[in-house]
């Protein structure tokens, strides 16, 4: 039985923790719910990992879309989100629209859009009109240059106080999960315990509603320097099967990510 938007916010109410991965392919999309895994972010991060450009900028909505029906083609089970490449949001509410329309079309159960404040209209405009959309705040990686690079995001009370009512408005705007990227656990917590909605987070410790990671990153496939909050599942797992299964265990059982992958 496919698992749906709802079946995440009622594991989140009930504290059952939502394990998610990224995916760009039919085959990984079989091991990875062989495996267990909720949720499937078709992630624009395809742009580092596949692509090999150096942010995700280049990533285009054409690609968001062809990868995306890859995943669907793949998939029975898992919620499938995928991300709303840079550009494609950026744009007004109804041009907007047009393109979640297409990522919805290629397979995608809901749209991840980057962003809190500047987002709440066009946010609004889409869950109005029938498209579910993911929110994201913290360190969003299309605004890379604008945050000038890639650093721990909501220090400070200002700038907790800020994302927290973001988290909150994205919420009222009718977001119905929001993903918190690299903040202070702390912080995360806090978000999680004042909104409704399913918080999944990378980098934001072990208190959200599910975890996410980019598959590429958890397996040690791509190469240089990795952020803090990656674990190598790889390492004690023996196969590409039994680190994903490792992955899912424990984020089921609230021991990754421990304090060494928080902030």
């Known amino acids: 039985m496919r698992i749906t938007l709802t079946t995440l916010q009622k594991m989140a ?20 719910e062989e495996a267990g895994v909720d949720s499937l972010l078709v992630g624009d991060s395809l742009g580092n990992v596949l692509q090999g450009h150096e942010s995700t900028l280049p990533v285009t909505l054409r690609d968001m879309v062809y990868h995306t029906q890859c995943v669907a083609r793949g998939s029975k089970r898992a919620f499938i989100v995928g991300d709303m490449s840079f550009g494609s949001f950026q744009v007004s509410p109804e041009e907007t629209l047009r393109n979640a329309v297409e990522l919805m079309a290629a397979g995608a159960h809901m749209v991840k859009i980057e962003g809190g404040r500047p987002m709440l209209e066009t946010i609004e405009f889409l869950t109005d009109r029938g498209i579910p959309v993911c929110g994201h705040l913290g360190l969003t990686p299309q605004s890379v240059h604008a945050l000038g690079g890639y650093r721990v995001q909501g220090r400070g009370e200002d700038a907790g106080q800020l994302l927290l009512r973001e988290a909150k408005q994205l919420e009222q705007a009718g977001a119905g999960m929001i993903v918190l990227e690299a ?16 918080t999944i987070g990378i980098g934001a410790g072990v208190e959200c509603s599910g975890q996410v990671l980019v598959l590429h990153d958890m397996l040690d496939i791509f190469p240089g320097k990795k ?25 089921k059982a609230k021991t990754f990510p421990g304090p060494e992958h928080s902030y």
């Open 13 to 32: 109410q009930e504290g059952s923790r939502i394990a998610m991965l990224t995916c760009y392919d039919a085959s990984f999309a079989a091991v990875l």
């Open 183 to 198: 903040i202070p656990a702390a912080l995360a917590r806090e978000v999680t315990a004042a909104i409704t909605v399913p």
């Open 227 to 251: 952020a803090r909050f990656v674990k190598n599942f790889m390492r004690d797992a023996g196969s590409v099967q039994g680190a994903i299964a490792a992955y899912v265990r424990e984020v």
